[in-house]
């Protein structure tokens, strides 16, 4: 059933690898089916395969959304080689969208690890300042200590009998 059989081609959405087409269907002209399935971005390579080869036929073919146009007579070989250059020829645009779309998430990564390192940065800059002056730091502290150490010494010493006297001039 002719009707059947255009209704999965319609639902199918690239669910075939390539699409001969003629354009003398019954019911419905092939033209208007290659215009639904490009409507609803079906990406499927499409051959129109047909009897109608004026150049006015084949652009109308190509306007379309037709991938290739091939008129009656032809040869088995040639429309066998054609379906196998589409064939390549999608499986190569869809293997450049998944390269595109690693590509655009591999941005997306180098961003954020961009930002991530643009943060450790700001992390590190404080850390690197409290370390590097901590050297300085600590002699002061040692100097400190040793201070109110020399303090509490004198403090705990009694004064000597002597200190702060001077002896009488004769």
């Known amino acids: 059933n002719v009707d059947t059989r255009l209704r ?3 639902a199918a959405g690239g669910e075939y690898d390539a699409i001969v087409l003629d354009l003398g269907l019954p019911r419905l002209s092939g033209l208007d089916l290659l215009h ?3 409507a609803a971005r079906n990406a499927t390579p499409v051959l129109i395969l ?6 006015s036929d084949k652009v109308a073919g190509f306007d379309a959304g037709a991938d290739d146009y091939v008129a009656k007579p032809f040869h088995a070989h040639e429309l ?3 379906v196998n250059t589409h064939l390549a020829m999608d499986r190569l645009r869809r293997e450049n969208e998944h390269l595109v779309r690693a590509e655009s998430e591999f941005a997306r990564h180098r961003s954020v690890a961009q930002m991530v390192a643009g943060v450790a940065h700001e992390i590190n800059n404080p850390i690197g300042y409290v370390s590097s002056n901590l050297n300085t730091l600590q002699k002061y502290l040692a100097i400190y200590d040793k201070t109110i150490d020399q303090l509490k010494d004198a ?3 009694p004064p000597s009998p002597t200190a702060g006297t001077s002896t009488p001039a004769l």
């Not at 047909?50 to 150049?55: E, G, I, P, V, Y």
């Open 8 to 10: 999965k081609l319609r």
């Open 36 to 38: 639904e399935l490009r």
């Open 50 to 55: 047909t009897a109608r080869d004026r150049w």
């Open 80 to 82: 066998l080689a054609r």
């Open 155 to 157: 403090a705990a010493s």
